[in-house]
């Protein structure tokens, strides 16, 4: 009997210890195990976004100068006004046409034409010209205005009637470039 009552108390014990202080351990070896499953899932999300990043950065290194030129043709890393007036001096000039003014400025928000598709990724500026030519002139101008790279969106143009077939034109239109 005193056997019995040994062995009872050996497996109260065990039953005690199990309970007051496996269990614990066991709940928190639970916890730990999700959290771990949850770091895995962190770095595998991490190695997911390397991955992408070191394709991005092989296809911008794959980008030849001559064509990141171009693109920055498009939509330059800043406000280069002299650029511009020269530009368009350039145009008039080759279409037979006379530069009188050129009037540029930055575009406020709510008067963009166009919503960029990255926000705040791009600035617009407003182009004021007013340019003397013939209507053909004028055409040929648009056309060679519209073929260039830099991103140019003509919001505007009225005329006043000159000489024969000598107008003075006036143009408003935006360009963009992209925020440092």
Do not use: C
């Amino acid at each position: 009997m005193k056997q019995a009552i040994v062995a009872v108390i050996f497996i109260s014990a065990a039953v005690g210890v199990f309970w007051g202080w496996t269990m614990p351990m066991l709940s928190q070896m639970q916890a730990l195990q999700k959290d771990i499953a949850d770091l895995n899932g962190v770095m595998s999300r991490f190695y997911d976004l390397r991955q992408i990043k070191n394709d991005l950065t092989t296809t911008y290194n794959s980008i030849s100068s001559k064509d990141y030129a171009q693109l920055n043709q498009i939509a330059p890393h800043s406000v280069k006004e002299s650029d511009l007036i020269v530009e368009f001096e350039g145009l008039a000039s080759a279409n037979g046409m006379v530069l009188k003014r050129v009037d540029i400025k930055p575009t406020p928000k709510e008067e963009r034409g166009v919503k960029l598709a990255t926000k705040d990724s791009a600035e617009g500026i407003s182009i004021n010209l007013v340019i003397d030519g013939s209507y053909a002139s004028l055409k040929s101008f648009l056309r060679q205005a519209e073929d260039s790279l830099r991103v140019i969106d003509v919001r505007a143009l009225s005329f006043l009637a000159g000489e024969k077939d000598f107008y003075e034109f006036n143009i408003t239109a935006e360009a963009y470039f992209q925020k440092p």
